[in-house]
């Protein structure tokens, strides 16, 4: 089965950049997508497709795909974007969505 | 406004089944996909279970096919996970979450009900 691999933490200060990858074999040839889940709350669409940003996401949230990686980037980082994000594909061979493992981003 | 309200979700005894629902408002529950996402405490997310929008395609994760059938109700905007055989690792908070029409990613999440598999 197909396998996402993300760093299990990332820390940042207010104001920087935030940088959470997201790694699969040939993962550029599939649709990535990321959530943001914080403490007690259900997930959050943050980025579909790559890049696209659904409605009332801040523009601070982009992603990119290319060759075996998957970025999500958050600029500007604020207190509130503490939380843990995933991405998620849909691998066509078995036709099942998979998640990563999870990348908790604080805020120093 | 877009709303997804699991319910019954509660304690089992192992090897013991329950059904939990997801009731939909807001959209045209009709012509959605819809999946099951579950979240073990302290873990990730683990999706479980895809429904067409109109029965005839489902999917099922490997670690619960045969044990968990997902199905839905269009006249009563509801989405259903019956789940058998449980087992200690199927403790988690359950997620039904609405497919997006150009997915296959989810636009909408539930709030999520608790499955607690102990005796």
């Known amino acids: 089965s197909y396998v996402l691999t993300q760093p299990p933490s990332v820390s940042v200060a207010p104001g920087k950049t935030a940088r959470i990858t997201c790694g699969g074999h040939?993962?550029?040839?599939?649709?990535v997508h990321w959530y943001q889940q914080k403490t007690g709350q259900a997930p959050v669409l943050v980025i579909y497709?790559?890049?696209d940003r659904p409605s009332g996401i801040p523009e601070r949230f982009s992603g990119s795909n290319s060759g075996n990686t998957a970025t999500l980037t958050i600029s500007r980082v604020e207190a509130g974007d503490e939380a843990d994000y995933y991405c998620?594909?849909?691998?066509?061979?078995?036709?099942?969505?998979?998640f990563g493992g999870g990348t908790k981003v604080t805020v120093l | 406004e877009v709303q997804l309200v699991e319910s019954g979700g509660g304690l089992v005894q192992p090897g013991g089944s329950l059904r939990i629902s997801c009731v939909a408002s807001?959209?045209?529950?009709?012509?959605?996909?819809m999946n099951w996402v579950r979240q073990a405490p302290g873990k990730g997310l683990e999706w479980l279970s895809y429904?067409?929008?109109?029965?005839?395609?489902?999917h099922y994760a490997d670690s619960v096919k045969g044990r968990f059938t997902i199905s839905r109700e269009n006249a009563k905007n509801s989405l259903y996970l019956q789940m058998s055989s449980l087992r200690a690792e199927d403790t988690a908070v359950y997620y039904c979450?609405?497919?997006?029409?150009?997915?296959?990613?989810?636009?909408?999440w539930g709030q999520g009900t608790l499955v607690t598999v102990s005796s």
């Open positions: 979450a609405r497919e997006a029409d150009i997915g296959p990613h989810f636009d909408s």
């Open positions: 807001g959209f045209n529950f009709n012509i959605y996909e």
């Open positions: 429904i067409g929008s109109n029965d005839i395609s489902i």
């Open positions: 040939n993962l550029g040839s599939k649709s």
């Open positions: 497709h790559d890049t």
């Open positions: 998620q594909v849909w691998d066509s061979s078995s036709d099942h969505k998979v």
